[in-house]
């Protein structure tokens, strides 16, 4: 769980409570219309506005926005962003193509070096690293290297040139959604679901998203469907709690809950029995109604995009007790930032074992480590390589004392 609060003593007493599930929304995203979220491995957020570039969040809650006046990104209005597996950033606009950022250069793809058109809807990268961009009026477009291969209705199987989401199963087939259909293309032969051979709900399809190996469920203009690659079963305003049937966005947390946006009833969750939760802004603090992208990250938080409200979170919070501690000038832990060691030094302090206990920025326990033998080895070395870059407190205890430092990994 990554959770993003400003903590700003280094040293404190380390007493969680466990806390319901809240919101918490972020002003400082540029502009209200956000329309989707990515994490990379040192948990920054990545939010694409449309109207205010891509904003970059980092643990310390703090932003930096990428615009076309500050940057090479080639408009402001962005639809999406996703990262592959070099760590690059690719940054899907609304008008002209596609960035990618590598954290220092910009390399810009539009209609003069491969791309068949400008406005870029989605952007999904499989596991070979091939990119796949679903485009307005132009189809589906994949980038292997710097080769660009186009499918659009007029040569291939695809049902309508206008791609609105691609997603890729365990076994490497593409799932596209678009506004004639759901469509599956498995390298070679293309299968397609319409309203005129199938129960598919709708033809506009937005969201698609993998229960299973064999179960999926799909967002569209008519509702939320769940497909079996035969049967669709359809939750609409008529017969379920779904609170509209414009559905741009579908994920599935990891109690197996389905998380439906839609255009205008705000954000529901459904337990696939009977059971739905709605989010509005009536009666939550969901900062919008018009949900365009829920990231769930995998400690089960939800990074909710709204295109009227701006950018929020839903998880547990942790509460920190800050008020018994008295700073201890006797121990330290260096270096800070660290990189994959880090050292305790007990110095002169009258104890010969201790625990240091690891904790993830919102106290959850994620590495423990005894300290024997101090009097005679004050300083020891705790090896943390295996944990993600991010920000963690290193709790160290014993009979008589016990302190808390902040630390960092680079």
């Given at each position: 769980?990554?959770l ?14 466990a ?16 329309r989707?979220s990515?994490m990379?491995d ?6 694409s506005t449309?109207?205010?570039?891509v ?10 926005t ?6 090479l990104?080639p ?9 592959d597996?070099?760590?690059?950033k690719?940054?899907g606009?609304?008008s ?8 220092t ?5 539009n ?10 809807n989605c952007i999904?990268?499989d ?10 009026f ?7 290297g ?6 659009k209705?007029?040569?291939?199987g695809?049902?309508n040139?206008?791609?609105n ?10 799932w ?7 469509a599956?293309f498995?390298?070679t ?8 051979n199938?129960s ?5 399809v937005?969201s ?6 064999t ?15 035969t049967?669709?079963?359809t939750y609409?305003?008529?017969n ?10 579908v994920?599935?947390?990891?109690f197996k809950?389905?998380w439906?946006g ?14 739905w939760t709605?989010?509005?802004t ?5 900062p919008?109604?018009d949900i ?8 089960n ?7 009227d ?7 547990v919070?942790v ?8 700073e201890n ?5 260096y270096p800070?930032?660290f ?10 302090l ?6 240091a206990?690891?904790y ?9 480590r005894?300290?024997n033998n101090?009097?005679?080895e004050?300083?020891q070395m ?12 290193v709790n160290?205890?014993s ?10 990994k680079?």
């Amino acid at each position: 769980m990554r959770l993003f609060l400003l903590l700003l003593a280094g040293l404190f007493s380390l007493e969680t409570y466990a806390q319901p599930e809240q919101w918490v929304v972020y002003g400082a995203v540029p502009i209200n219309a956000t329309r989707n979220s990515v994490m990379d491995d040192s948990s920054n957020v990545w939010i694409s506005t449309f109207g205010g570039g891509v904003s970059k969040m980092n643990n310390a809650g703090t932003y930096i926005t990428y615009t076309s006046t500050n940057s090479l990104l080639p408009n402001n209005n962005t639809n999406c962003v996703a990262i592959d597996n070099l760590g690059n950033k690719w940054i899907g606009t609304y008008s002209a193509g596609a960035a990618m950022f590598d954290g220092t250069n910009w390399t810009i793809y539009n209609t003069g070096n491969g791309l068949p058109g400008v406005r870029i809807n989605c952007i999904t990268i499989d596991n070979s690293n091939t990119k796949w961009f679903g485009i307005q009026f132009n189809g589906l477009t994949s980038l292997i290297g710097t080769t660009f291969t186009t499918y659009k209705t007029t040569t291939s199987g695809l049902p309508n040139n206008n791609v609105n989401c691609v997603t890729v199963d365990n076994a490497g087939n593409k799932w596209i959604g678009t506004y004639g259909g759901l469509a599956k293309f498995d390298g070679t032969t293309w299968t397609t679901w319409t309203t005129s051979n199938s129960s598919i709900a709708h033809d506009q399809v937005y969201s698609i998203v993998f229960e299973n190996a064999t179960t999926m469920w799909i967002g569209t203009g008519g509702g939320l469907c769940k497909f079996d690659g035969t049967n669709f079963v359809t939750y609409s305003t008529g017969n379920s709690g779904l609170p509209y049937d414009y559905v741009n966005t579908v994920a599935i947390d990891t109690f197996k809950n389905i998380w439906a946006g839609t255009t205008q009833g705000g954000l529901a969750m459904f337990d696939k029995v009977s059971t739905w939760t709605i989010y509005n802004t009536s009666n939550s603090l969901i900062p919008g109604l018009d949900i365009r992208n829920v990231m769930i990250d995998e400690n089960n938080n939800k990074w909710v995009s709204t295109n009227d409200g701006g950018f929020a979170f839903y998880g547990v919070q942790v509460i920190v007790n800050t008020n018994e501690y008295t700073e201890n000038p006797e121990v330290s832990v260096y270096p800070n930032p660290f990189i994959a060691e880090l050292f305790i030094d007990t110095k002169s302090l009258n104890c010969d074992n201790a625990i240091a206990r690891i904790y993830d920025f919102t106290g959850r326990l994620v590495m423990e480590r005894k300290l024997n033998n101090l009097l005679y080895e004050p300083t020891q070395m705790v090896n943390m390589d295996a944990l993600k870059s991010g920000i963690y407190y290193v709790n160290l205890i014993s009979d008589s004392y016990s302190t808390t430092e902040k630390i960092i990994k680079d």
